[in-house]
């Protein structure tokens, strides 16, 4: 199925990208199945509710501190690249809970093209106490200001 989906990228013509293009639809074949399967589960939850990061939030700066710390955010958040690649629309909001001051990070993943999903299902969380209204650096810094 690979081979004929791919047929007009594998010629003789293209061998000088070949590696590339078998890898590319490779990975778009790949992309369709996970499709189908997110578009059957959303088809009974059509909002996901996830972590934005699978480690508490990182320091600020930590992203141009080394290239060690810049792959550690990269692999932990691994979540929001995943939406992206299946064409998800994904709205991150701090919840109440926090960690050293700052909010942990949701991730509210909806349906493709179900937008209003996501501002219905963030609004309901905000009206019930669920997520934060108050931004992340505020918090933090009123926080550090309590303890001097």
């Known amino acids: 199925?690979?081979?004929?989906?791919?047929?007009?990228?594998?010629?003789?013509?293209?061998?000088w990208h070949r590696p590339w293009t078998i890898t590319l639809c490779?990975?778009?074949?790949?992309?369709s199945h996970y499709h189908r399967l997110i578009d059957q589960f959303q088809r009974k939850y059509p909002v996901i509710?996830?972590?934005?990061?699978?480690?508490?939030?990182?320091?600020?700066g930590a992203d141009v501190k080394s290239v060690g710390s810049l792959e550690e955010i990269i692999k932990t958040t691994t979540y929001l690249g995943s939406m992206n690649f299946l064409d998800l629309p994904s709205m991150s909001i701090p919840s109440k809970e926090k960690h050293q001051g700052v909010p942990i990070g949701i991730?509210?993943?909806?349906?493709?093209?179900?937008?209003?999903y996501l501002f219905k299902t963030a609004k309901v969380l905000e009206q019930n106490g669920f997520i934060s209204s108050q931004l992340a650096g505020e918090d933090a810094a009123s926080s550090m200001a309590d303890t001097a």
């Open 107 to 116: 991730q509210l993943i909806g349906p493709r093209y179900g937008e209003e």
């Open 26 to 31: 490779a990975r778009f074949g790949s992309r």
């Open 1 to 15: 199925m690979l081979q004929s989906s791919c047929a007009p990228y594998l010629s003789t013509t293209h061998n």
């Open 49 to 60: 509710i996830a972590p934005v990061c699978t480690k508490n939030a990182f320091e600020a």
